[in-house]
């Protein structure tokens, strides 16, 4: 033990440059996109409360599209930038009961420290909007959420617990957007968007009163191929959008060792948040999501770990002086090592069941 200590100190020691700031916590944000499934909010939902239930570990950000709180007999409630009206990409709410079970899953979501974002409405793409059509989505969006009881026949009763001005985060449907993008989302009072990509050790930078959270351009287990840390991406990565049933453990295992590493390298590295973007779809026929929910298990509750909500992140950002985030991106701070070379957090990896 003496011996294991001393390796631990050494290691420790040679990582700290000459004036270091205080090594920085571990974000990891897991959010979801879409969230049409209901199932997948029951799921989801009680496996964070069971993560969550002898401590703070786990929240997620939900990027919701407002069609799913439009019944389908209601359709023509909606019209896109560009698109006739009643149109949506991704179909719309169901009946009015599913519409008002999705909105009991986000109260008790919202309610239990899980954040609400915007994926904008009809899941269209944006490429070629303009600012004022992007304002008109996001007007769209706001409406569908503070009428969401009237719109749908279930009365006043039936309304979110938060204020349509509380969601302040957007993703881009398809990740598709233009420069006026970000016109609109700072006219309509946004915080953050996370529409874009960049390196996986890559901390955040704010533009124009808007910060940045980007997906990550990740290397996929033992290959030498890129891809974006989102499971649609390793739908196409691993086998061209086909669902092939006799690698299901395969992909499970490879999309599972794709985050670990992603986790080390930053965890050990200079504690750039991670990124990770799923949808509620079960691509892979579950691979994907078992393989996320196992990765959550394994790293929410390591030590400095914070498996938390964008606003949070953004929270933690905005406390931080211009040096001691500079300091955060150059790695200037005493360096961990790997958590899974400590054999008492391996613990950890089935705790939650």
Known sequence: MGRAFFTLLTLLAASVPARAVERPPQFVEIAFDNCTELERWKELSDFAAAMNKDGDRLHFTFFVSGVN???????????????????????FGGTADEVRQRVDYINAAYQSGHEVGSHAVGHFS??????????????????????????NGLGSDVRFVFPESQVTGFRAPYLDFSSGLYTALKDAGFRYDTSSDSAPNAWPEKTGDLWRFNLADIELYHTKRRLLSMDYNFFIAQSH??????????FKQQMLDTYLDYFKANYTGNRAPLHIGHH??????????????????????????????????????????????????????????????????????????
């Open 280 to 353: 509620f779809f079960d691509y892979q026929s579950g691979a994907y999501r078992q393989a996320l929910l196992e990765f959550a298990q394994t790293v929410c509750g390591l030590p400095e770990v914070r498996c938390a909500t964008y606003s949070t992140l953004a929270n933690f950002l905005e406390q931080l002086d211009p040096e001691t985030l500079q300091a955060y991106r150059n790695g200037d701070f005493p360096h961990a090592v790997d958590p899974f070379a400590v054999a008492d957090n391996w613990h950890l990896r089935r705790s939650v069941q």
């Open 241 to 250: 959008g086909t669902v092939v049933p006799s690698r299901h453990e395969f």
């Open 69 to 91: 709180f439009i019944a389908d007999a209601n359709r023509n409630l909606y019209q896109a930038p560009g698109h006739s009206r009643g149109a949506s990409s991704i179909g």
């Open 126 to 151: 944006g490429r070629g909007w303009s600012s004022g059509d992007w304002a008109r989505e996001l007007h769209s969006f706001r409406d569908i959420l503070t009428n969401v009881g009237p719109n």
